[in-house]
Structure formats: structure tokens, C-alpha cells
């Protein structure tokens, strides 16, 4: 696996998937007009959201959201103003995605999830052209052993340092 880009900021990193899905020179030389999530619920549905809002403007692109593998829960994900995203429920209709972004609490343990129904469902959703990406924080992909199993185009993984301060109150 090689770095390509580096970041900083939180919005890297949805700022690298929406290059990722606007990249013509990719293997399937269109910008992605279907992107599909898959997560576990809790916080890959949270973090998908947050994707999802830097991609809101793209142009004649849907965005989908399937919770656990489980199809029968797919949602469609839209972009309110007032709002923010908004996950609406979807029949499936057997539609191929463009780009497939693989969220890594898929690898959490206590979340049972089976790799071979996570090839499974990516080969159901793709086709010759879909791109496969995985968004993780701390390397869960490599630490778990995805990147031996599924196919990825690209990986955006990210480290948080987080702070909490104490703060002194001056009273007057």
C-alpha cells in the first residue's frame, strides 16, 4: 500500500472520497453517478452521514446506505439544508454502484460480521467498473486482514488526536 495524499483536517477525509468518486481517470472513466455505503449501525451510519455531507453537491449522483449487509434496511441517503442528511428507506432494485465504500466498524468484532458476505454483497453491487474504498480510523482494515481479502482501490484511513481540556473559570 503506498500514501498518495495526506490530510489534516476532518474534512479530508470526505474530501478525499469525493475526489476519489469525481476522478474520470479512474478504471471506469466517469465521475460516480451511484455510491453505496456499507457500515454497521451507530457510528458508521454517523460517519457515513458526515461523508455523505462533503459529497452533497454532486451532480446527478445517489447515495445509499446499508446498514449490516442487510439489503431489506437499505436507505437512501438525501441532503436537506434545513435538516442535514436524511436516510429514507429503499426497496433495492438490483441497481450496480459506482463507487462502494466499505466503513471499518465492519471489522469490529462484537459486530459479527462475516467477510465472505462482505465479497459477496460487493460482488453483487458491482459491476466491471465499481470502485471499492474503504474510510477507517486507525488501520482497522490492514489490522484485521481485509486488505488480503477484498479488493480495494483505496483506503482513507485516519488518526484522531483528541484533546480535552480543563478550563479556569475568572470570576469577577
Known amino acids: 500500500m503506498e500514501v498518495i495524499e495526506t490530510g489534516s483536517k476532518l474534512s479530508d477525509l470526505y474530501g478525499f472520497i469525493r475526489r476519489i468518486s469525481q476522478k474520470k481517470s479512474s478504471k471506469y472513466g466517469k465521475r460516480a453517478q451511484r455510491i453505496v455505503f456499507l457500515g454497521c449501525g451507530g457510528s458508521c451510519t454517523a460517519l457515513a452521514e458526515l ?3 462533503g459529497l452533497r453537491g454532486l451532480k446527478n449522483c445517489e447515495m445509499f446506505y446499508i446498514p449490516n449487509l442487510n439489503l431489506d434496511k437499505i436507505h437512501k441517503m438525501k441532503y436537506d439544508p434545513e435538516i442535514g442528511i436524511q436516510l ?3 426497496t433495492f432494485d438490483g441497481f450496480k454502484a459506482d463507487l462502494i465504500v466499505l466503513m471499518g466498524g465492519l471489522t469490529i468484532p462484537k459486530y459479527r460480521i462475516n467477510i465472505e458476505e462482505v465479497k459477496n454483497l460487493v460482488t453483487n453491487l458491482s ?11 486507525n ?9 488480503e481479502k477484498i479488493n480495494f482501490e483505496y483506503i482513507v484511513d485516519m488518526t ?3 484533546f480535552l481540556n480543563k478550563c479556569s473559570r475568572i470570576h469577577e
Not at 127 to 137: K, M
Not at 139 to 147: D, I, L, N, R, Y
Open 160 to 162: 484522531l488526536t483528541v
Open 139 to 147: 488501520s482497522v482494515f490492514q489490522k484485521a486482514g481485509w486488505t
Open 51 to 53: 461523508i455523505m455531507y
Open 88 to 90: 429514507e428507506p429503499f
Open 127 to 137: 459491476n466491471n467498473h465499481t470502485v471499492v474504498v474503504g474510510a477507517c480510523a
